[in-house]
């Protein structure tokens, strides 16, 4: 066995650890922590795959903003501690069909070498071979600079949207 | 030499350091429980209610203004990394992009939104 | 690499006006409360400065921002439609956000951010920056349905537009996803090119158009994605109801156009029987349930949805090239007058609005004719042309639009299209019988920009009826060089 091949059991391991904690969790607050521990995980995956900027976002901001907005939804609410009664009768049955089917997907993709017919090749074939990062950043200053731009507005108009509306006026009831 | 090592020895280190603190406190330490002492520390104060509390949803919006600049550096990461690479206009790029979110924190900040009340 | 002249030139009214919306942010929080009338001045001042750039720019064909975004002679049409909608809508907004005690800076900031993500969606040629374009107009809209809070209405609405607003953003996204699984780009041109190659996956490139066409379906609120539109149109700020009732729509079927028109005439023969059923489900629907409504804002929402059934008319024959583009002039055309109508119509509900959602029951109009005879005439201005009638720019936008589409072979759409417009009278000139021969005492607000705003559009409705031909030769020229 190869390091990597140890490496990746370990991970997986612990990436299905970390889920199964996450479902199985009666207090939401733990199975967020759970989630954190999975997207880290799988960062980590991403690592090995050779895609820093994937797993950097995927820590940043998975792992940590969306994390954090799921903790501060599940305080505000005061629901970390679920009731034990099913609300939706029909979610098990279906959840259960839908991972079948998932499941079923995967393996034909695994067995088939996963090769679309179409052969579409990703843009730009040298981000695999040399360095990624450099090739994305390439890209994204160059041919991307308008959505890099527009996005920072669109980052600003959001922000601006927030606190219009969660800021109270002076002197306005709650 | 695989460059990884070095965020491997990080980990590690990172990790001794706590377990090390920790475990030496809990072998040297002498340990004399009583009920006084393993009640929960408030301040002197004895504990009211639960520990688990709903939030002012006032506080939410630190959560979502962090996001917003959770995602910039999200962006700015091939920025940073790769400057060199890129030469002086995508400097200026990054600049502008850097700009028009500084807008947006002088704007939360003169709203007031930063103050923890 | 390094942009050129050019490059700046293409997107000189976008980059204009966000800068302008950014520093007029800042610049809000130095105004003192109780005197935002100069926030409003200074957006409708950027609005009016972007219109003359835009203006400027008639008859210049150029792309930039490596093939990102484009400057045509649509583009340059659709913003200068959108522009003015803009002013219109600050025009309306002014008077009446300080009526009804929501008055803030930021009412204006966000309306310039939203125009500006519609006039970035008109210059769109590649996928991602529609998906970009179509997010920054929205999330104004959304604050903005939202505005009156705590008003619970005002609340849901937001809520609503923004839930639903999120899902159709998603399959537009999802649809993209597929499309550039299909082609290997995002590209406008780059699609149609890869759609000619016969390695390219027909069915998921048709799957990913469709999802296309759902998402822009919700954001033009057309039948059956329509379900927010009473809701939100009701609940939100009429002010907003207005603006956003044309300037979405407005921005929708452009993106709709330049996507459909450019990147997939391959699928033309499939979307065009979607379409078809589209636009006669949204003219029916959309009319029928209007009929029953007793609320203005309600009623003016179902007459939204029709009038979304009628522009998607003008998509249906946008495979046939003898037709394509008389039948796209006369959409754009249609765009404007009911943009004009829309606008103010909205006036007239807003100058009988008072506080607390009162004053907005059609009853509420009784005795209008009497009272206040000028109001009245323009609400019978608009009332005509929003069924058709002459004298009005609505009568001619719905014959050239039926002139087009009868001739690209559709009669049977334009003969739903004619009857839907009969059944829509009975619900438009119910509100003129009840201004005129029903007694009542409407009281109204009186205020300068307000009653310009309607007296002009109005007149504009009128008078660009009898002269039509110039605005369809403006039209026609626009679209010419679009294929």
């Known amino acids: 066995m190869t390091p990597n091949l140890i490496l990746f059991l370990i991970l997986a391991l612990v990436a299905v650890a970390t889920a199964l904690g996450m479902l199985f969790s009666k207090n939401a607050v733990y199975s967020a922590l759970f989630l954190v521990l999975n997207f880290v995980t799988v960062a980590v995956f991403y690592l090995l795959l050779g895609a820093p900027f994937i797993a950097m976002a995927q820590i940043t901001v998975y792992a940590g903003a969306i994390m954090v907005l799921f903790l501060f939804v599940i305080m505000l609410l005061g629901a970390e501690r679920l009731p034990d009664t099913h609300v939706l009768p029909w979610q098990k049955p279906l959840a259960t069909v839908l991972t079948v089917i998932l499941a079923l997907e995967s393996t034909y993709l695994l067995w088939t070498k996963a090769r679309p017919s179409g052969a579409v090749l990703p843009p730009g074939a040298e981000v695999n071979t040399v360095d990624n990062l450099r090739a994305m950043a390439m890209t994204l200053f160059n041919d991307y600079l308008l959505p890099f731009e527009v996005t920072s507005v669109l980052l600003l108009v959001a922000m601006v949207g927030v606190i219009v509306l969660v800021r109270r006026e002076k002197g306005q009831k709650s | 030499m695989n460059p990884w090592i070095f965020v491997g020895l990080f980990f590690v280190v990172g990790l001794l350091i706590p377990v090390g603190a920790i475990g030496i406190a809990w072998l040297l330490g002498p340990k004399k429980p009583n009920p006084i002492k393993q009640s929960v520390y408030e301040c002197g104060i004895e504990t009211v209610g639960e520990s688990w509390v709903q939030f002012k949803a006032q506080y939410y919006i630190f959560a979502l203004v962090f996001l917003v600049f959770d995602v910039e550096t999200v962006f700015l990461f091939p920025w940073a990394v790769k400057l060199g690479a890129l030469g002086l206009f995508a400097v200026i790029e990054g600049i502008i992009f850097i700009l028009i979110l500084v807008a947006g924190l002088v704007y939360t900040w003169r709203k007031g939104m930063l103050e923890w009340a | ?483």
């Open chain 3, 1 to 483: 690499m390094n942009l050129t002249s050019q490059d700046y030139q293409v997107l000189a009214p976008y980059i204009l006006l966000t800068a302008w919306a950014c520093v007029l942010l800042l610049v809000d929080l130095f105004i003192p409360k109780e005197r935002k009338s100069v926030t409003a001045l200074l957006a409708a001042l950027g609005l009016a400065v972007t219109l003359g750039v835009t203006l400027s720019q008639v008859g210049i064909e150029q792309v930039g921002f490596f093939n990102m975004a484009a400057l045509d002679g649509f583009s340059t049409f659709v913003n200068a439609l959108l522009l003015v909608s803009g002013i219109l809508g600050i025009a309306l907004a002014h008077g009446y956000v300080k009526r009804m005690g929501i008055e803030r800076g930021e009412y204006y900031t966000l309306l310039l951010f939203s125009v500006s993500g519609m006039m970035l969606m008109a210059q769109a040629t590649d996928l991602i920056i529609v998906f970009i374009a179509l997010e920054l107009l929205s999330i104004p809209l959304y604050v903005l349905a939202a505005f009156a809070r705590p008003q619970l209405s005002s609340e849901e609405a937001g809520m609503k537009y923004f839930l639903l607003g999120a899902f159709a953003t998603g399959f537009v996204v999802y649809g993209t996803a597929l499309v550039f699984g299909a082609t290997g780009t995002t590209s406008l041109a780059g699609i149609v090119a890869a759609a000619a190659s016969p390695s390219t996956s027909t069915l998921l490139l048709t799957i990913g158009a469709a999802l296309v066409l759902v998402g822009f379906g919700f954001k033009v609120a057309a039948v059956p994605f329509h379900m927010w539109t009473p809701d939100v149109y009701q609940g939100a700020p009429t002010a907003v109801t207005a603006f956003m009732a044309s300037g979405a729509k407005i921005a929708g079927f452009a993106a709709l156009l330049r996507v459909f028109a450019t990147a997939f005439p391959a699928l033309a023969v499939d979307m065009t029987a979607v379409l078809w059923a589209l636009a006669a489900l949204t003219m029916i629907v959309g009319n029928v349930i209007a009929i029953s409504q007793t609320d203005i804002k309600r009623m003016l929402a179902y007459s939204s949805i029709a009038h979304a059934g009628y522009i998607l008319m003008a998509f249906v024959p946008y495979g046939n090239p003898a037709v394509r583009d008389v039948s796209i002039a006369a959409g754009l055309f249609y765009l404007v007058a009911y943009a004009f109508t829309n606008f103010g119509a909205w006036g007239v509900v807003i100058a009988l609005e008072k506080k607390e959602e009162k004053g907005l029951a059609i009853a509420d109009y009784a005795g209008l004719g009497r009272k206040h005879p000028l109001l009245a005439a323009a609400m019978t201005v608009f009332m005509l042309s929003l069924v058709g009638l002459p004298p009005t720019l609505g009568l001619v936008g719905k014959v050239y639009l039926f002139r087009a589409v009868i001739a690209g072979g559709f009669t049977g759409l334009a003969i739903i299209g004619v009857l839907t417009s009969l059944i829509s009278a009975y619900y438009y000139l119910r509100v003129v019988v009840t201004m005129y021969m029903k007694e009542g005492e409407p009281e109204t607000v009186r205020e300068t920009w307000l009653s310009l705003t309607t007296a002009l559009t109005a007149i504009v409705t009128v008078v660009f009826s009898l002269l039509p031909q110039s605005l369809f030769e403006w039209a026609s020229t626009a679209v010419l060089k679009l294929f």
